[in-house]
């Protein structure tokens, strides 16, 4: 099985920084096809940033320039630095892995989610 553990979420002032890690355990292709996603309550999840096998990156309009997403190097942990941070941005922040080494569409083809962290960004 896969277990994926996010940390590093919390509450910041608009224009502050947050850094969300991502512990993976059993992710053993380590694809590297990785994302974070976020929701709001009563709203759909949506999809911040992917990093794909390649190693090229996706982002969500809202999150480009300000937010960006790496790996370590052995893919055991996903990671995202949030800079400039508004408040629109609160939410809870899920990483989401592909599991069989197949498709990595953009915000698609996600086989295993953690439990969330949350980010609450104040104005």
């Known amino acids: 099985d896969v277990q994926l553990v996010e940390s590093g979420g919390g509450s910041v002032q608009a224009g502050g920084s947050l850094s969300l890690s991502c512990a993976t355990r059993?992710?053993?292709?380590?694809?590297?096809?990785l994302a974070w996603f976020r929701q709001v309550p009563g709203e759909e999840r949506e999809m911040v940033a992917q990093?794909?096998?390649?190693?090229?990156?996706h982002y969500d309009s809202t999150a480009e320039g300000r937010f960006t997403i790496s790996t370590d190097n052995n893919k055991n942990t996903l990671y995202l630095q949030m800079d400039n941070l508004k408040p629109d941005d609160t939410a809870m922040y899920f990483c989401?892995?592909?599991?069989?080494?197949?498709?990595?569409?953009?915000?698609?083809?996600?086989?295993?989610w953690g439990q969330g962290t949350q980010v609450t960004v104040s104005s």
């Open positions: 989401a892995a592909e599991g069989y080494g197949g498709s990595c569409r953009v915000g698609k083809d996600f086989d295993f």
């Open positions: 059993g992710y053993t292709r380590r694809s590297g096809c």
């Open positions: 990093i794909q096998d390649d190693g090229a990156k």
